[in-house]
Each structure stands twice: as structure tokens, then as C-alpha cells.
């Protein structure tokens, strides 16, 4: 009898993804093109929000297979952006006439309910309402009920819903109701470079320092309570202009990946006391460069990092003290949560994720060629 094997995943010629270039997601889709593109595929990513910056087109050029287009536009996210996401989803779809993509996949809420001629996978990295119930610990306002709308609007016209964590599907089925099945396909990065040199005494953080989801300002609370430096790396300038600044920490600012990179080879503890964290990129680099951890006590990260990291109660400041400084006064205990949260992170890679991220997208196409037959049959 002849060996069995398995039929080779069906891989999309075409994709059309979209994202924005203000955050996580950027990262997210530019690790995911990389891996799509080393298979065979030819992706147009698809960018809005405000223009990429010159790292941002360098390292899109960099990738074979990627063509990058990106039209300046306020995200759905932001104050009043009904005009802006309007015309953005006229030039998707000029974009989608040109490209005629196999699949679209949206890495946002603003677009996905379009008239698009492919199957559509959306992928909920976050939503307002869930991070206001999160942060805020009440439903969003009136003020997002037009937001609300769109959403559930968009949750429903997905052929799949994707979310980066059970934690995050759990949150959409609590705001929106009944939902069709919700696929959790974790984050995954490409992992650096090894980094030879020894951790020093420092606690790193990163993310915007306006986001109250981040919780970086209890961060700074604690910092004159810690024996070590605490540094946080990130924007410091919210989408409105406002401008944050934190005392008693070392602010790095926004910094390119190589460089965040070296940082998290650098410190010994990163600590992230997220109150929302659909997923969490930084931790996750953090974790692949043996950093001990220190993260908000939230679902999400406690998904993906139980038994590799300490958890505190976002809004407990004692806690978060006594966390930090029990691995800074402990080499052997932090040393031996750094190595376990490495480990946990080897199984969080891009490449992974592609994979799983194809294994969505094959059955859509194959729809997608089935009906197209029937229609030239009829």
C-alpha cells in the first residue's frame, strides 16, 4: 500500500491586505506579507492612517512580492472619520480592479463590508468598544454608537472572523452578540538576531504613552520605588496633538524595530501592566529576547504567558511594585522566568502564523473558483 500524503495547501496568488501605519498592526502585517511573499505569493499592501515613514517604504521594499500603496486618511478609530474611511474604501476598491486579488485580507474594521469580487478574511486586533469596557470599565458611550454599527455591520459581512486570541472573541461575542465562528490564529514575529551580551539592570516598557490600555502611567508610578532605571519606548503624541510625557522614567521615543530590538537584548525585565492587550507584539518580543516578564493579570496575556511570567492587577500599584522588585532582587528566579518565557515564544512565530493564515484562505479560494464554474456553466 502506497504512503498517504497530504494535499499541498492551495496558495493564493493575489492578496490584497490592508492596514494601518500607526501601531502594532503595521508590524503584524509587514512579518505576515514577509512569510506570504517567501511562499509565492504577491501581496498589495494596502496602508492608510498617516504615510508610512522612510524605515516603514524601506523595509516594504525590501520584500519580494510586496508592492506597498498607501493613501493618508483618518482610521475608523478616530474622532469623526466617516469621510475619510469613505473615500479610503473608493480607492480600495480602484486598487482591488487592478490587483484582483484571490483574497482580501482587512486588518481593520473600516472597509471590510465593500463590494468586493473576493472573499473577505477580517482580522479583529481591537475594537473601541472593548477597549473602553476594558479601560473605562462601562460600555462606550452614545458618541460610538455609529462606530458600534459599522462593526457589527463588518462582523457580519466576513466570510471569516479572525481574532489574535480567545481573549479578543470572547470580547466580540460580548459586545456584538452572535457571532459566526471566530478563528483564533495567534501573532507571530520573526525572531532576531541572537544577542551574546549579558541582560543589564533595567526595566524596559513600550507602547503609545497616550494609551490608557497600555497603563504605562502606573508604570511611572512605581518607577521611584524600583532600585532599577525604567525606560519606555514609544510615541508620545496621541492622534489629536495632545502630547504626554511621564516623570521619574527615561522616555526613548519611537524608536525603528532595529533599534527596539537592541533594547530588548539589553534589559533584564519588560514589564507591560496592560488593562487591554488583544494579543501584545512587544511582550511577545520581549519574551524571544529573554526578557522576564511583568504583564497585566488580563485574560489575554494570561492566555499566552501563564507560567512564564509574573502577573499584577493593572490597577494595583503595590502589586506591581512587589512584582518588579522580587525579580530584581532575585537573579536565579528572574534568570528562570527569562528562559521559560524564550521558550513559550519559540512556538509564536511568523511562520507559523502564515501557515495557519493559508490553511483560512485555501478553502475561501476554492469557493471562490467552485462558484466562478457554476457561473460559466449556467
Not at 189 to 205: I, N, Q, S
Not at 335 to 341: D, K, S, T, V
Request: proline share 6%.
Amino acid at each position: 500500500m502506497g504512503a498517504d500524503f497530504a494535499e499541498p495547501v492551495r496558495v493564493p496568488r493575489r492578496i490584497l491586505m490592508t492596514c494601518d501605519t500607526v501601531g502594532g498592526v503595521w508590524r503584524y502585517s509587514i512579518d505576515l506579507a514577509r512569510e506570504l511573499c517567501a511562499r509565492g505569493c504577491a501581496v498589495t499592501l494596502a496602508a492608510m492612517g498617516p504615510p508610512p515613514d522612510h524605515a516603514q517604504q524601506t523595509e516594504a521594499a525590501s520584500i519580494h512580492g510586496l508592492a506597498l500603496q498607501w493613501r493618508a486618511c483618518k482610521l475608523v478609530w478616530m474622532d469623526d472619520p466617516w469621510r475619510d474611511v469613505q473615500a479610503a474604501g473608493e480607492w480600495l476598491l480602484h486598487l482591488a480592479d487592478e490587483v484582483r486579488p484571490e483574497i482580501v485580507h482587512a486588518n481593520d474594521f473600516g472597509h471590510v463590508a465593500l463590494a468586493w469580487s473576493a472573499p473577505v478574511v477580517c482580522v479583529a486586533h481591537s475594537c473601541v468598544a472593548s477597549w473602553w469596557r476594558a479601560v473605562r470599565g462601562t460600555p462606550a458611550p452614545a458618541s460610538w454608537d455609529r462606530y458600534r454599527a459599522h462593526v457589527q455591520e463588518v462582523l457580519l459581512a466576513s466570510d471569516v472572523l479572525v481574532a489574535p486570541s480567545r481573549a479578543m472573541g470572547d470580547a466580540l461575542l460580548a459586545e456584538y452578540g452572535r457571532l459566526a465562528h471566530v478563528r483564533v490564529i495567534p501573532n507571530g514575529r520573526r525572531a532576531g538576531e541572537p544577542h551574546a551580551g549579558r541582560k543589564r539592570c533595567m526595566v524596559l516598557a513600550a507602547g503609545r504613552l497616550w494609551d490608557e490600555a497600555k497603563n504605562l502611567q502606573r508604570l511611572a508610578a512605581v518607577a521611584p520605588a524600583v532600585s532599577w532605571p525604567v525606560c519606555i519606548a514609544g510615541p508620545d503624541r496621541a492622534p489629536g496633538g495632545a502630547r504626554v510625557a511621564f516623570v521619574n522614567v527615561r522616555s526613548l521615543g519611537l524608536l525603528r524595530a532595529s533599534a527596539m530590538r537592541r533594547w530588548f537584548a539589553r534589559a533584564a525585565i519588560y514589564a507591560l501592566p496592560a488593562r487591554y492587550e488583544p494579543f501584545g507584539l512587544s511582550v511577545l518580543e520581549a519574551a524571544q529576547a529573554g526578557c522576564a516578564l511583568v504583564l497585566g493579570d488580563i485574560p489575554s496575556l494570561r492566555e499566552n504567558w501563564d507560567g512564564a511570567a509574573l502577573f499584577a492587577d493593572p490597577e494595583d500599584d503595590d502589586a506591581l511594585r512587589e512584582a518588579l522588585c522580587r525579580l530584581i532582587e532575585d537573579d536565579a528566579a528572574r534568570a528562570r522566568l527569562g528562559a521559560r518565557a524564550r521558550r513559550r515564544a519559540m512556538f509564536m512565530t511568523a511562520t507559523r502564523m502564515a501557515d495557519e493564515y493559508l490553511g483560512v484562505y485555501e478553502p475561501l479560494i476554492a469557493r471562490g473558483a467552485a462558484a466562478a464554474h457554476l457561473g460559466a456553466c449556467a
